[in-house]
C-alpha cells in the first residue's frame, strides 16, 4: 500500500475550507496543515476551523511558517480567481517542489491571455519537478472538460453551445456580491467598467475547448449584462428591488475566422429559474444533455480539486492543463 | 508541423470501414493501407471499398503481407468482441510495434476477466513499446468513462445507475441479428445458453468504472433476458412477430460486500420507444444527465477509437485503459 499524499491547504476560504474537509475524508490522502493571511485563522487548529475538533494541524500565516518536517506532496491553491495575483503564490509553491492543484479561474487555460506567464509557470515548474493545474466547475467542468469528452464520440463538430443557469439566491455571500445583485444599474455599470465584476475564467473555459478540438481561433469575445430584478428578491444575504441589479447575463464567444464555433451563455442572478445545465455539440452525432437542477458551485468545485490531486501528483512536470492528465474521476476509497 | 501518424485499419466490417473513411478526414492522420481476411475484400484499393475511389492503399490478407514501407504507428483494430480470438492479432501487431487503439469489447477493461491474457498483453506492448487501448461507445463510452468524469464533480458517490435504451431497428444487420430479433423464445435461449449472445463489454463498464472510483467489487453479475415482441415490426433486415423476441434486456450489477454499488441496465431490441441513455450519480451532487436519443453506436464507436489515435500513440507503452490515457476528445483541423 502506498503512503498516503500530504495536501497543504492553502487558502482557507469557503472553497478551501470545503475542500480541506474533503481531504480528511480521503484515505489516500493527509492533510499537512494549512496557510492562509488571515490573522484571525493564523494559529488555530485547522480542525477547530473546519468545526471538526483539533486534528493537530495548524494554520500558518505564510509557507515560510510551514515547519520544515511536513513536506507536502501537493497544495490545494484556493485564493484569488486572477492570475496576475496568483502566480507570486505558484511560484512560491512550485519552489518548494509542492505540486498545485489551484482554483484560480484564470489558471484553467492560461496561454490564451498570458502566454508569458504561462510560459514562466511552467517553466518554474519543469525546473522544480512538479505539475501545476487550474481547475473547478466553471471554469473546469461543466462548460469545458464535460463537453471536450462528450465531443470523443463525435465524427464531426461544428459548433459548441454550451449554457448555464445559476440561481444565485442559493449561493454564498461572495457570490452573490460578486455579481452585484441589490445594486442599482449606474453603479453595477461603475463597478463593471472598473473590471473584475461577474464570472472569471470564461474566456479560459472557451479557449480550453478550442485548444481540446484542434481549433485555433481567431478571437474570443466576452459580454457583460446586468440583470434586472422584475421583481423583489430577499436571499439570506441581501434584498433585491424591482429595477436594480439582481445578478449577471454574461457571454463568451469563439470565433474562426467570422465563424461563431463556441458559444457560451451563463445567467447567473438571484431569482433565476429553472437552473441547469446544458451542452449542445452540433455535429455527428449531435449530443444535447442536460443537468437538470445544474452543478452546484461550492462543493463540486472543492470535489473536482481534490479528485484531481493525485492525477496532478503524479503527471510529468509542468504547468498543465486538463488535456494534459487522465480524465478527472471521484477518488474513491482504496488508495489512488 | 509534425508528419501525420500512419494509420493501419485492421479489420473491414463495419465498424472498421466508418472508422477508415474517418481517419481520412483528419489531417493529422494518414491511412497506411488495411488488413482483412475477407477475400472479396483483400487486393482491392481502400478508397474503392469506401466507395471514394481509388486512394492507392491496398487491402491486405494479413500483416505479413503489408509492404515494410508502410510502417503504421497504430492500427485501428476492429475485428472481434471476444479478447481470446483478439489476442493473437493483438499480439502480431504489437510485435511490429505498432500502437492499437481497438473495438474489442471485452479489451475495454480485460483485467477483471481475464488478468493472466491482460499480464501477457501488457508485458508484450512495453517490451515493443507501444500501447494498446480497447474502447468504443458502449462500452467505452455512455456507460463508463461519461460516468467517471461526471463523478470528478462529486464529493461523495454511493452508487451508479446507468441506463441505456436501443431502438435495435435502427441499427446494422448484424446488430439486430446478435441480440436474436425475430427468433423464437425457445431459438433465442437455446443460443444464449451457448454464450455469446447479447451485449460484450457490459461487465468490462462496470469493472472500468469500479475501478476508476477506487472501488474494489465483491462481484460483477450479468444477467440477459429476451425482450418479447407485443406487435410485430419489420425492420430494413428482419420482421419481427408478436410472441418473438424482438431483443434483449441485459443487466449488469457491481457489488460491493451485499450492496449494490453499480447498476446497469440496456435494453436493446427492435421498436424500443425513446431511445435514450440516462447516467444518474447516487451522492453529493446528486447527478442525472440523460442523452435524449441515446448516442448512436456504430458512427461514434468509429469515431472513439479514431480520436484516440493521437492520445494511445504517445501514451506510455502497455495495455491501458482509458484512465490511464487523457480524456477523450474529438480530433479536430490541427495535427494533434
Same mark, same amino acid.
Given at each position: 500500500l502506498r503512503r498516503p499524499l500530504k495536501v497543504l491547504q492553502f487558502g482557507l476560504g469557503p472553497i478551501g475550507l470545503a475542500a480541506a474537509r474533503l481531504v480528511l475524508e480521503k484515505p489516500s490522502l493527509e492533510l499537512a496543515g494549512a496557510v492562509d493571511i488571515d490573522p484571525a485563522k493564523v494559529g488555530k487548529d485547522l480542525g477547530v476551523l473546519l468545526g471538526?475538533?483539533?486534528?493537530g494541524k495548524k494554520v500558518y500565516a505564510?509557507?515560510?511558517?510551514?515547519?520544515?518536517?511536513?513536506?507536502?506532496?501537493?497544495a490545494l491553491h484556493c485564493t484569488v480567481s486572477w492570475l496576475e495575483e496568483a502566480v507570486p503564490q505558484l511560484i512560491e509553491l512550485a519552489s518548494r517542489g509542492i505540486a498545485v492543484v489551484s482554483s484560480?479561474?484564470? #489558471?484553467?487555460?492560461?496561454?490564451?491571455?498570458?502566454r508569458n506567464l504561462a510560459a514562466r509557470l511552467d517553466r518554474k515548474a519543469k525546473r522544480m519537478g512538479i505539475a501545476i493545474l487550474g481547475t473547478g466547475? *466553471?471554469?473546469?467542468?461543466? #462548460?469545458d472538460t464535460v463537453p471536450l469528452v462528450l465531443s470523443?464520440?463525435?465524427?464531426?463538430?461544428d459548433r459548441i453551445r454550451l449554457e448555464r443557469v445559476v440561481?444565485?439566491?442559493?449561493?454564498?455571500m461572495p457570490l452573490q456580491r460578486k455579481i452585484g445583485a441589490g445594486l442599482s444599474v449606474e453603479e453595477w455599470t461603475r463597478r463593471a467598467r472598473a473590471g473584475r465584476m461577474g464570472h472569471a475564467g470564461f474566456v479560459e473555459s472557451v479557449a480550453l475547448v478550442a485548444k481540446g478540438l484542434g481549433w485555433e481561433l481567431s478571437s474570443i469575445t466576452e459580454r457583460l449584462h446586468p440583470a434586472i430584478a422584475e421583481q423583489a428578491h430577499r436571499t439570506e444575504y441581501l434584498r433585491v428591488e424591482p429595477g436594480?441589479?439582481?445578478?449577471i447575463h454574461q457571454t463568451c464567444t469563439g470565433r474562426f475566422k467570422r465563424r461563431e464555433v463556441i458559444h457560451a451563455d451563463l445567467q447567473m442572478y438571484v431569482?433565476?429559474? *429553472?437552473p441547469h445545465d446544458r451542452i449542445v455539440i452540433e455535429g455527428s452525432p449531435r449530443l444535447d444533455i442536460r443537468f437538470e437542477g445544474g452543478v452546484a458551485g461550492d462543493a463540486a468545485t472543492a470535489a473536482m480539486l481534490v479528485n484531481m490531486v493525485p492525477l496532478v501528483a503524479k503527471a510529468e512536470p509542468g504547468l498543465k492543463?486538463?488535456?494534459?492528465?487522465p480524465m478527472p474521476r471521484f477518488l474513491g476509497g482504496s488508495a489512488a
Open positions: 471538526i475538533g483539533p486534528i505564510s509557507l515560510h511558517d510551514l515547519p520544515a518536517r511536513s513536506r507536502p506532496d501537493a484560480t479561474e484564470e #489558471l484553467l487555460y492560461p496561454w490564451w491571455k498570458y466547475v *466553471n471554469p473546469g467542468f461543466v #462548460l470523443g464520440a463525435c465524427t464531426r463538430v440561481d444565485a439566491g442559493t449561493r454564498r436594480q441589479v439582481t445578478g431569482g433565476a429559474e *429553472n492543463s486538463i488535456l494534459d492528465l
